[in-house]
């Protein structure tokens, strides 16, 4: 089987430059799948390019009006039962526009396979504008209402259940891709929330609880320790304490409330549930459809994240895997992740050291300054150190598709992608035998000359 060249692509470029227009450049450069969003609120996959970066060469150079939601023609009759309806995205440039009903005919007559990729993030905040998302955010261990929906409120889980079927019996889509980027309260207090939220200790709602309870965990100690945690994680812990160091004040915690690992591991199980029941429900309605998630680059930076996301134990509930691998921006992002680390659990211990630890363990072979990351980025031996071990663990039960970073948004400082990093992290990814790779994170912002350098690569390899 030829491998899957994916590439992902918001629904406003194929409005701006024409769908079969589209199609068919991308074929030219070896495309054989797209992964369209049909459902986001996060312009990290949905709208033209960063309003920060310059015109990447192709569509329009305004910025477009971007405020999420769908991009398809909701039914009604399948957000029966939850709170949360139907909510077309009302952004202007788009406006009704069906995307899966208009590109369908286009690609698939081209032989292009067309997955629905549907992106949880709420980072923008434009949830606000859904009638009752406000009630199925979570709780954090304050008892105040958090900014992200609860992976156990049902009428989340319901909605979700419902785009994905709305989706699966209104159109002949060939895949489906779920994505969150987001992690459990443990990692979210210690990195103070990463480069998109704040860092609250959550879910405590009415029905994690409840789970909890079920699950014989005390939800009151867990909410204490992670009360506790937050207050060391943000330097306004105890200063009795304060002889100790941050770290080991970190395990004295661990080591009093092992309920704030257990409450972590449990938001996790909530996760793998939302994936497993998104899966379950996806091969039931059409057994053939290709189903799988897109790993966020977390999984590249954090130790914790990487145990709990064994690519061994996901292959069971998998079609395919998209890890995130993006190399220029990676420098840049684990940047910031260490420096968030070095101002809670590692307050006092120098940059450079820890981030040294971390690439050890982390397996990385990325020695440099600490500093300079952002300007150096990761090499294409990381691409392909990550593909490899992904392909490892999934042992053939599911395929690999790696994100190649092609011109991903970060500020000025950082390194940017070029027509010959480009093919160095594609080769990488093929030399640890994927299965594929998927063009990221979307074309609107990919520079003409790094699309060109990604069809010339392909050839060279024997793929396009
Ligand atoms: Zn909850």
Redesign the pocket.
Known sequence: MPPLIGIQVPVVSLVDEGFPQTVDRLNELGVNAMFVATQAFDRGVQGRRAEFRPWPGHGPREIDDHRGGAYFTQHAEYYRGTLLGPWRAPDTDVRGVDVLEQLLPVAQARNTRVYSFILENTHSGLTRLVPNWSKVL??DAMGRTDNYA?I??PDYINWMLSLVEDQIKSYPIDGLMFGSERNGPLGNVLEDGGLARDGRP????E??VAAGERESIDSQRAAEGYRKLYSLATGHDDPVEAGDSAYVRFWRLLLKYPEIIAWEQFWHRGYESLLKRIYGTAKFLNKDLQVGWHIWHHNSFSAVYRAQMSFAEIAEYSDFVKPVIYNSVAGYRIHAYIRALCKSIYRGIDAQTVYDLHRQALGYDEACKFDDLPGRGFSPDYVRRESARTVGAVAGKARVYPGIDVDVAAPDHVIRTTPESIGESLSAAFQAGVDGVVISRKYSEMEVKNLESIGRTLRALGHA
Do not use: G, I
């Open positions: 979570q709780v609860c156990r409120n959550y879910c405590f709602c029905y994690c």
